[in-house]
């Protein structure tokens, strides 16, 4: 989602430059600014690319006309020259970036993010012919190897983005659907981080995601002495080691921080980031931050977010805010802060994504909950608690906005779970390394307005029970690596709006379910939205069902490793949608006519 989103705002963006250039022509006027030394770098440049997806092919893109009307090509209105090069997202493929390049040595902005070189080196030398850059965008582009020493001489620049991401931080990353992770396998390699700044003076933003700085020195204080005005210092999963040294204090118009997944940072809590009173966003996740969190309240009114989850050695007390606060979201998940007094909460009216564990609360429970009334999303895990997260549920009682709740490592009772059952407005639930027993999961059928479902590495002991068959609005339905026994219940049929549905029993745990024969009803050719259907390592023993066959949107159709058997269905043929039909390792016969 994300990623479509920002191709077409990239795609908008170029779109919006368009436009305005034309307009610029709108007199009727038919001189050539174009510069035709740099037309022809730019037709080279294009020489070197291949395009796999719309909306590119830098049809424009023609010699003889003036390339200043160019797909992604901006000029200078005085001069004429090349100033601007943004080909963000166009859907490039290239064997590395063509020399051609550093002869339009008038750009400004160069954005060259998400499209794909080849897993290719920068060239080597280039980049300082470009001084006038101000913008400089490669991320997400496929480029690898050293990061080359001419960026360090573009004085002007004031953005600079070779960041790798790889977690979707998108708001609604969270909700119905998992964010996508995708392994880097190719990373930008930086020597010497204070090499690099030394003379960036002027910039503003820093993004250098997943870029190996492990061995580039004392990022720190080359941070504090070199770039005063930064405002935005984003630098997850660069293999960074601590400590966040004293001198970054200096940096106080920061307005966002991302040190996320530098697991060697190994710091205490560093208190001047309280004292910033710009600061709209502070991801430390991941960071191993040790010892005692200050006791002190935040100064920043524009705080909205605040990320300190998988932080274990984390002790103390969740922080104050002023009660114009703006917090939006907090992750406390993988800590061992709680809170302090009841109705701490009362300063979290705008709060609409939090986690936490339930150690949080090993206190008492806090007297004002329903202050989270505005909450949106929420990921409570259980781990080592007295406190049933039952009864947490309980005291929030006024969660009427709440759309996806996470759960983990919890242990129900039916009467814990029925105040989750309350939730009337959760649109996505998922559950994982829980116990559960049938009569819980029963209560799950008054959620009737849940669009997603998911169930992880629970135990289960029983069937899934019919109850689910109320859940009519269900566009995903998963239940994986549960220990539990059949049958699916026929009421799956009133799943009419289902769009994916996935039932994977637990790797290795077959023999234990020998002899429970259990089928797929038929039932599920009620499901005429269905576009995946997967069952895996499940003990089902019957025949697969000729209703199969009716499932007219099927592209995915996986029945593996359940000891189906009997004939292969003949209805199979009118899957004409199919792109992925497995059902090994059955005991199936017949052929597919
Ligand atoms: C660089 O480009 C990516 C993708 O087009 C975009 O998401 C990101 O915000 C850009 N970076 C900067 C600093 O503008
Ligand atoms: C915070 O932002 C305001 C408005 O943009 C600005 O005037 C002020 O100087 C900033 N403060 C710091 C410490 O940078
Ligand atoms: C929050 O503020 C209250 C009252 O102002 C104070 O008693 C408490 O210790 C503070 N908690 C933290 C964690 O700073
Ligand atoms: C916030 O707190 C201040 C004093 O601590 C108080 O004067 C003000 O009325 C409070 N504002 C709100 C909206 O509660
Ligand atoms: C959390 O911190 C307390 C000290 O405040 C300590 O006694 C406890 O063992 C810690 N718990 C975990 C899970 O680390
Ligand atoms: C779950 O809770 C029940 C009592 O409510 C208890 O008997 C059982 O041992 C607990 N199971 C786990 C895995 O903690
Ligand atoms: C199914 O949902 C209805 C409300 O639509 C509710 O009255 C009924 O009790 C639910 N049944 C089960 C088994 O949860
Ligand atoms: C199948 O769908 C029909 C409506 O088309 C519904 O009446 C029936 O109850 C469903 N059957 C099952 C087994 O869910
Ligand atoms: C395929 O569908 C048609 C009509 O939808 C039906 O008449 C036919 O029997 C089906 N074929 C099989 C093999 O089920």
């Given at each position: 989602?994300g990623?479509i989103?920002?191709?077409?705002?990239?795609?908008?963006?170029?779109?919006?430059?368009?436009?305005?250039?034309?307009?610029?022509?709108?007199?009727?006027?038919?001189?050539?600014?174009?510069?035709?030394?740099?037309?022809?770098?730019?037709?080279?440049?294009?020489?070197s690319?291949?395009?796999?997806?719309?909306?590119?092919?830098?049809?424009s893109?023609?010699?003889?006309?003036?390339?200043?009307?160019?797909?992604?090509?901006?000029c200078?209105?005085?001069f004429?020259?090349?100033?601007?090069?943004?080909?963000?997202?166009?859907?490039?493929?290239?064997?590395?970036?063509?020399?051609?390049?550093?002869?339009?040595?008038?750009?400004?902005?160069?954005?060259?993010?998400?499209?794909?070189?080849?897993?290719h080196?920068?060239?080597?030398?280039?980049?300082?012919?470009?001084?006038?850059?101000?913008?400089?965008?490669?991320?997400?582009?496929?480029?690898q190897?050293?990061?080359?020493?001419?960026?360090?001489?573009?004085v002007n620049?004031?953005?600079?983005?070779?960041?790798v991401?790889?977690?979707?931080?998108?708001?609604?990353?969270?909700?119905?659907?998992?964010?996508s992770?995708?392994?880097?396998?190719?990373?930008?390699?930086?020597?010497?981080?204070?090499?690099?700044?030394?003379?960036?003076?002027?910039?503003?933003?820093?993004?250098?995601?997943?870029?190996?700085?492990?061995?580039?020195?004392?990022?720190?204080?080359?941070?504090?002495?070199?770039?005063?005005?930064?405002?935005?210092?984003?630098?997850?999963s660069?293999?960074?080691?601590?400590?966040?040294?004293?001198?970054?204090?200096?940096?106080?118009?920061?307005?966002a921080?991302?040190?996320?997944?530098?697991?060697?940072?190994?710091?205490?809590?560093?208190?001047?980031?309280?004292d910033?009173?710009?600061?709209?966003?502070?991801?430390?996740?991941?960071?191993?931050?040790?010892?005692?969190?200050?006791?002190?309240?935040?100064?920043?009114?524009?705080?909205?977010?605040?990320?300190?989850?998988?932080?274990?050695?984390?002790?103390?007390?969740?922080?104050?805010?002023?009660?114009?606060?703006?917090?939006?979201?907090?992750?406390?998940?993988?800590?061992?802060?709680?809170?302090?007094?009841?109705?701490?909460?009362?300063?979290?009216?705008?709060?609409?994504?939090?986690?936490?564990?339930v150690?949080?609360?090993?206190?008492?429970?806090?007297?004002?909950?329903?202050?989270?009334?505005?909450?949106?999303?929420?990921?409570?895990?259980?781990?080592?608690?007295?406190v049933?997260?039952?009864?947490?549920?309980?005291?929030?009682?006024?969660?009427?906005?709440?759309?996806?709740?996470?759960?983990?490592?919890?242990?129900?009772?039916?009467?814990?779970?029925?105040?989750?059952?309350?939730?009337?407005?959760?649109?996505?639930?998922?559950?994982?390394?829980?116990?559960?027993?049938?009569?819980?999961?029963?209560?799950l059928?008054?959620?009737?307005?849940?669009?997603?479902?998911?169930?992880?590495?629970?135990?289960?002991?029983?069937?899934?029970?019919?109850?689910?068959?109320?859940?009519?609005?269900?566009?995903?339905?998963?239940?994986?690596?549960?220990?539990?026994?059949?049958?699916?219940?026929?009421?799956?049929?009133?799943?009419?709006?289902?769009?994916?549905?996935?039932?994977?029993?637990?790797?290795?745990?077959?023999?234990?379910?020998?002899?429970?024969?259990?089928?797929i009803?038929s039932?599920?050719?009620?499901?005429?939205?269905?576009?995946?259907?997967?069952?895996?390592?499940c003990?089902?023993?019957?025949?697969?069902?000729?209703?199969?066959?009716?499932l007219?949107?099927?592209?995915?159709?996986?029945?593996?490793?359940?000891?189906?058997?009997?004939?292969?269905?003949?209805?199979?043929?009118?899957?004409?949608?199919?792109?992925?039909?497995?059902?090994?390792?059955?005991?199936?016969?017949?052929?597919?006519?």
């Amino acid at each position: 989602m994300g990623l479509i989103f920002r191709v077409l705002l990239v795609f908008l963006v170029v779109l919006a430059a368009l436009a305005t250039i034309s307009n610029a022509h709108g007199d009727g006027t038919l001189t050539l600014r174009c510069h035709p030394d740099e037309a022809a770098s730019l037709l080279q440049l294009k020489k070197s690319f291949s395009f796999f997806r719309y909306p590119s092919g830098l049809e424009s893109w023609q010699d003889g006309t003036d390339c200043c009307l160019w797909e992604g090509v901006g000029c200078s209105n005085s001069f004429g020259h090349v100033t601007a090069l943004e080909l963000g997202g166009c859907g490039l493929y290239s064997q590395g970036l063509d020399p051609a390049i550093f002869k339009l040595t008038s750009l400004q902005l160069l954005d060259l993010s998400m499209n794909n070189f080849g897993m290719h080196i920068l060239p080597a030398s280039g980049f300082e012919r470009l001084s006038l850059l101000t913008h400089l965008n490669l991320s997400n582009s496929r480029f690898q190897g050293k990061i080359p020493i001419g960026i360090s001489k573009l004085v002007n620049l004031i953005s600079l983005d070779l960041s790798v991401s790889y977690y979707d931080t998108t708001e609604d990353s969270l909700s119905d659907y998992d964010s996508s992770i995708a392994i880097i396998s190719y990373v930008f390699w930086l020597p010497n981080f204070q090499n690099l700044v030394a003379n960036l003076k002027n910039l503003r933003e820093l993004y250098l995601d997943g870029v190996d700085m492990s061995s580039s020195g004392d990022w720190c204080h080359a941070l504090a002495e070199s770039l005063p005005d930064l405002r935005v210092l984003s630098l997850s999963s660069c293999f960074l080691g601590g400590p966040i040294c004293w001198s970054l204090s200096r940096l106080h118009s920061l307005t966002a921080i991302n040190l996320e997944d530098n697991f060697d940072i190994l710091a205490t809590f560093p208190e001047f980031f309280m004292d910033f009173s710009n600061l709209s966003v502070l991801q430390l996740a991941r960071t191993n931050l040790q010892g005692w969190f200050p006791r002190r309240a935040f100064e920043s009114k524009t705080l909205r977010v605040l990320d300190l989850s998988g932080n274990q050695d984390l002790l103390g007390h969740v922080p104050n805010f002023s009660n114009a606060s703006s917090l939006e979201t907090m992750m406390l998940d993988g800590t061992n802060l709680s809170f302090a007094k009841p109705g701490s909460f009362s300063n979290f009216k705008s709060l609409k994504r939090l986690s936490f564990d339930v150690i949080f609360f090993s206190v008492d429970p806090p007297s004002s909950l329903d202050i989270l009334g505005s909450l949106r999303q929420l990921q409570v895990s259980q781990v080592d608690s007295a406190v049933d997260v039952g009864a947490i549920f309980s005291w929030m009682s006024d969660l009427q906005n709440l759309q996806s709740l996470k759960l983990s490592w919890c242990n129900f009772s039916q009467t814990s779970f029925s105040s989750v059952a309350k939730l009337k407005s959760l649109r996505s639930l998922t559950i994982s390394d829980c116990s559960l027993t049938r009569p819980v999961l029963s209560t799950l059928g008054y959620l009737v307005d849940l669009r997603s479902l998911e169930i992880f590495n629970c135990i289960f002991s029983g069937s899934i029970p019919s109850a689910v068959g109320n859940l009519t609005n269900l566009r995903v339905l998963k239940i994986n690596g549960c220990d539990f026994s059949g049958p699916i219940p026929s009421s799956i049929g009133n799943l009419m709006n289902l769009r994916s549905l996935e039932i994977n029993g637990a790797y290795g745990s077959f023999d234990s379910h020998a002899g429970s024969s259990v089928a797929i009803p038929s039932s599920v050719g009620n499901l005429s939205n269905l576009v995946s259907l997967e069952i895996w390592y499940c003990f089902f023993s019957g025949q697969i069902p000729d209703a199969v066959g009716l499932l007219k949107k099927l592209a995915v159709l996986r029945l593996g490793q359940c000891g189906f058997s009997g004939r292969i269905p003949n209805s199979i043929v009118n899957l004409t949608q199919l792109i992925d039909l497995d059902l090994s390792s059955n005991v199936l016969n017949g052929k597919i006519v």
